[in-house]
């Protein structure tokens, strides 16, 4: 099932804001709502930066030496570069990346707020970002203390895919599909033995 809750989160955020909206009078642009809506959104981001800040120190006290190699793709995946680096320096190259697209979201978020008035997405991504942000690998393996032996947390990560629930339903499906063929071509060789 992946990353199939994650897709229900927004649909579900967004059919409840708009009820209670409607059926509760709730108005986001109200000021006292909005200042604890930015003091939300503030402490979000804030919560996650400093988390990313621990799980880097983790990083850096474990300092570990198993190497990886990482492809990197050029030109469209023309040109395909190879890189050895230690789980140490691969673990702390993925937290700068995910830091840098909280950041990101941070400041597109913050100039919608700012710019265009829109309250909405503040409230959103204070949700959103950390259910994201969080259940990435790096975070899995190295704050949330999950093995490195799992398939899915085994290095270089793979970015997640909103498939990757059906993906393997498919695969467990071609798998039991293989096994009644097998089982029906078992009995036809067994009536004839007979």
Known sequence: MGGLWKMAIFPSLVFGLSTAEK???????EPQLLHCIRFLYLTVVCSILSIAWD??????KRNDQRLVEIETKK?????????VMTYSKYDQTELSKLCGRVVFTAFCTSMLHIGMGIVKPLLFQSVMMPCNILSEAVFKVNYW???DQQEDLKRPFVP????????KKK?????????????????PEEKKDK
């Open 171 to 187: 695969e467990e499906d071609k798998k039991e599909e293989k096994k009644e063929e097998e089982k029906k071509e078992e009995k």
């Open 75 to 83: 030109n469209w995946g023309k040109d395909v570069t190879k890189t």
């Open 145 to 147: 203390g999950y093995s």
């Open 23 to 29: 059926k509760f009078g709730l108005d986001v642009d």
């Open 160 to 167: 997640p895919s909103v498939f990757d629930g059906w993906k």
């Open 55 to 60: 799980t880097h120190t983790s990083i850096v």
